[in-house]
């Protein structure tokens, strides 16, 4: 694994040098990045990465390689038929302990149906994302069970490459909103370990419905109202709203709520605790003249632990505090009550077509924090990516009990 992740980039490497000959140094530095913008049906890529890993304990350091390669199609096939195919191979190689493992992410693959203009329907696996907040999405109701892989830290990352839930889906369509219905059926009841199987019981273990309303009321105002089921569950609302303060600033604010257990009694099948339970994502984001950025997140949850019941669970039985982090993990929830979220992107910072993004997660209850850092230089072709992150905290806080405490990694993309 490790020779061929070094080929992929010792490749690209030579591929970039063929496009930045000093006859098209010029053109290419008064071009916008367009890495990710391609002509045709397929967008694919592969990408190769190498770095170091610091454990949280013993001082060991591992080092890692991952050879991934993205494939998506989306096109008519016929008159009003269009096909969705989105699918992600992610092959890593880790030294001692951790070996080698393949994983296959089917994020999409469905059929689309324009019956009329104003009338859509779609069947398959389909990436259903909802929600305006930035790190934090108490409306993206399928997001539970759907990471297979996690190469990333950035919420960006962990919303694309995910799997979708297999589901019916229909939208009708007006001059000024939309109205969404779908039903995703329960087709197994266990999740699955093994590289290239389709997972069907991450995402499908239970019967799950969906409505969703949005209409523009005016330029900047556009809400968005949701009713999620699912089976042995009560109904939940969601509400998005995001409008634009001025011009350089945003206002969103996405919320959900219902009658529900609490994550620590889901997590371990104690007494049912049902009760009304919310979900709060607030935040503004703001740009500068320069290309930068900003955008500060509150998060709160009333499934997650208060401060006392957090500490509590931490002086506990360790395997009962493991069991809690992995099932918040997997649903992609908060553990506590509250954080907060900071993200920040920088692009042509310093030289054009370089970006340099970053963010920070502060839990409320324990202060520890996860702080991610990445610079990436666009090609025409290729990226090249910096990544850092470190995990600080105490020995059972949310992010110092990770088991990753510092990662370095370069990262080679090439689109084709």
Sequence with gaps: MRIIAFSLILAATSAIAAETSDEDALSIADKAPSSTEHAGNWH????GAIGQIGQRTGNQYLETQRLSLDIAY????????????????????????EGRRNINTLKEAY????????????????????????????TDFFRGGALRSVTSADPNS???????????????LWTQGSLTALYSPKLDSEQSNTPFNADLGATNDRNRWLLSLSHQFSENINPQWSLYGE?????????????????????????????????????????????FRSRLSTGITYTTENKITLT?????????????????????????YQLYRKFANDRQDLPTK??????????????????INALARLNLSDYSRMTWLESRYH??????????????????????????????????TYFF
């Design 44 to 47: 694919s890529f592969i990408e």
């Design 158 to 172: 962990l919303r694309k490459n995910r799997l979708g839930s297999v589901m019916l889906r229909s939208q009708t």
């Design 338 to 355: 509250r954080e907060v979220f900071l993200y920040a992107t920088w692009d042509d910072a310093l030289i054009n077509n370089l970006s």
């Design 111 to 138: 059929l689309n149906w324009h019956a009329s203009q104003d009338q859509l329907f779609d069947l398959g696996r389909i990436n259903a994302r909802y929600g305006v907040g930035t790190g934090y999405n108490p």
């Design 74 to 97: 989306d096109a008519f096939i016929a008159p009003k038929w269009r096909a969705v195919f989105a699918d992600r191979l992610d092959m890593f190689g880790q030294d001692q302990t």
């Design 231 to 275: 089976e042995h569950g009560s109904p939940q609302l969601g509400f998005n709203l995001s409008s634009l303060l001025n011009d350089a600033t945003v206002g969103y604010i996405e919320w959900s709520g219902g009658r529900s257990r609490s994550l620590l009694s889901q997590a371990l099948n104690g007494s049912d605790d049902t009760a």
């Design 379 to 412: 090609l025409d072709h290729a990226d090249l990516a910096l990544q850092w992150q470190m995990n600080t905290g105490s020995a059972t806080s949310a992010y110092g009990a990770a088991t990753q405490q510092r990662i370095l990694q370069g990262v080679v």
């Design 296 to 320: 500060l997140e509150a998060q709160h949850s009333n499934a997650g632990l208060g401060n006392a019941e957090w500490d509590a669970l931490g002086r506990g039985p360790r395997p009962t």
